[in-house]
């Protein structure tokens, strides 16, 4: 089955600085790749996705970019603000695959 | 309002008495799914549903059950809860397969003494 993988664990900017989250997956047939943001005590919530026949995809101040070359993707955080704040879950699916498969997270700390 | 409802959100229960968390969505979704979230291990899909009457294991479905009879409605049933499912769980649910949005109840958290 497909494996993902994410890194850092934990990542601590200053406010006004950029975010990078980056993750892998093992499944080259894989084609969805959405993020998620979990604030404290929340549900996850979808904020960005790309699907592999695009190689970067922009949302004001964040953007995912996808290598599948590689078979890696990240998303980017610009300007980070406080509210930026949460647990970030990557995720991969394949084509006709009932099956979302979860990075472990990444708990993003924007200090102001 | 579009929305996943779960019950109970909070419970705490035994060794080995059985119990059931609903989960409905009122978005005519085809899709759902369960998962559990542990502190480190991210979100582990427990089963998963196609539409009516359509199941499938995910990761980790060892100790739990799932029934679609209804498209609105996909329970998930510990017949003998252990300590070791004592986590966050969450039903999800999307259009149709997991390429495309999934919408997320607001958690149950169960604890299994």
């Known amino acids: ?112 | 309002e579009a929305q996943v409802t779960q019950n109970p959100r909070y419970l705490i229960t035994v060794t080995g008495k059985k119990l059931t968390v609903t989960c409905s969505q009122n978005m005519n979704h085809e899709y759902m799914s369960w998962y559990r979230q542990d502190p480190g291990l991210g979100l582990r899909q427990i089963y998963y549903s196609m539409n009516v009457e359509v199941t499938d294991k995910g990761d980790v479905p060892e100790g739990y059950k799932v029934s679609r009879k209804e498209k609105r409605n996909f329970p998930l049933i510990l017949e003998s809860p252990s300590p070791n499912q004592t986590s966050l769980y969450f039903c999800a649910s999307s259009l149709g397969q997991t390429t495309g949005e999934l919408f997320f109840g607001e958690g149950s958290r169960l604890t299994v003494l």
Not at chain 1, 21 to 47: H, V
Request: with cysteine.
């Open chain 1, 1 to 112: 089955g497909e494996n993902v993988e994410q890194h850092p664990s934990t990542l601590s900017v200053q406010e006004g600085d950029s975010a990078v989250i980056k993750c892998t997956y093992s499944d080259s047939a894989s084609n969805y790749f959405p993020w998620y943001k979990q604030e404290l005590g929340k549900r996850p919530q979808l904020i960005i996705d790309i699907r592999s026949n695009v190689g970067e995809k922009k949302d004001q101040r964040i953007a995912v970019t996808l290598n599948k070359t590689a078979k890696h993707f990240s998303l980017h955080i610009t300007e980070t603000q406080p509210e930026d704040s949460a647990v970030y879950f990557c995720a991969a699916a394949g084509a006709g695959s009932y099956q979302l498969t979860f990075g472990k997270g990444t708990k993003l700390s924007v200090i102001p």
